[in-house]
């Protein structure tokens, strides 16, 4: 079945860039997603790539998508203490409405 | 952008009660809506998918009697857990889906969440 998986936990200090990795395993799939999750919320989507491309650039984010590895990164340049938060990859195959998220990753950025 | 309220954001039950939980897309009309559970520290696991009108499709596991939902609207839909126990306490969010036009990509927007304790 459908598998997406992550690293748990990520510590960057103030002003680093952080690396957050995905890896899935369905090869059908079209959309990769990066959400965004504080404490106590829902989520929040960050930016999505589309499976024909490499790379997204979005202000400080940048998406990289190897598909022949099924790897997916998300970089936060500059990250600031609001940053820290779970952030969930997910993947999405075109024609179904099914997502399937990541185990997550709890990003601590510290001052 | 597109907005997705759930309701009540936090609820506190007894054991044996049931909860209701409200889930409305604000500004757009969502063809399917989801629901999701997520336990402390842990990935949001899918429960059920339903569509406005028609019987909901629960996932593997789910137990159908236990979280009954309801669509009957292309802007409400609910969850309601009946006879809860202290083991159905769990964050629970909801989200709703619409078609964007290019393509095929649905895009899912997530309520808040609601806190679900059963003493």
């Known amino acids: 079945g459908e598998d997406v998986e992550q690293s748990l936990f990520l510590s960057v200090r103030e002003g680093d860039s952080s690396v957050i990795n995905c890896t899935y395993t369905d090869s059908s799939s079209t959309y990769l997603y990066w959400y965004k999750q504080e404490p106590g919320a829902g989520l929040q989507l960050l930016t999505y790539?589309?499976?024909?491309?490499d790379m997204k650039q979005d202000q400080r984010l940048t998406v990289l998508l190897n598909k022949k590895d099924k790897h997916l990164s998300l970089r936060i340049a500059d990250t600031q203490t609001g940053d820290s938060a779970i952030y969930f990859c997910?993947?999405?195959?075109?024609?179904?409405?099914?997502?399937?998220f990541g185990t997550g990753t709890r990003l601590k950025v510290l001052a | 952008g597109a907005v997705v309220s759930q309701h009540p954001s936090r609820v506190i039950c007894k054991s044996g009660t049931s909860v209701k939980i409200e889930c409305r897309s604000l500004d757009f009309q969502a063809t399917t809506m989801f629901w999701y559970r997520q336990f402390p520290k842990q990935s949001l696991m899918l429960m059920a998918t339903?569509?406005?009108?028609?019987?909901?499709?629960?996932e593997q596991g789910v137990e159908k009697d236990k979280f009954l939902i309801n669509h009957a609207s292309l802007t409400l839909s609910t969850l309601t857990v009946t006879s809860a126990h202290p083991e159905d306490s769990s964050f629970y969010i909801c989200?709703?889906?619409?078609?964007?036009?290019?393509?095929?990509?649905?895009?899912?927007?997530f309520g808040p969440g609601t806190r679900l304790t059963v003493l």
């Open positions: 339903s569509n406005e009108g028609s019987k909901a499709t629960y």
């Open positions: 997910a993947e999405h195959t075109s024609g179904t409405y099914k997502y399937i």
């Open positions: 989200s709703a889906s619409t078609f964007l036009g290019r393509g095929q990509r649905v895009e899912q927007f």
């Open positions: 790539i589309f499976s024909n491309m």
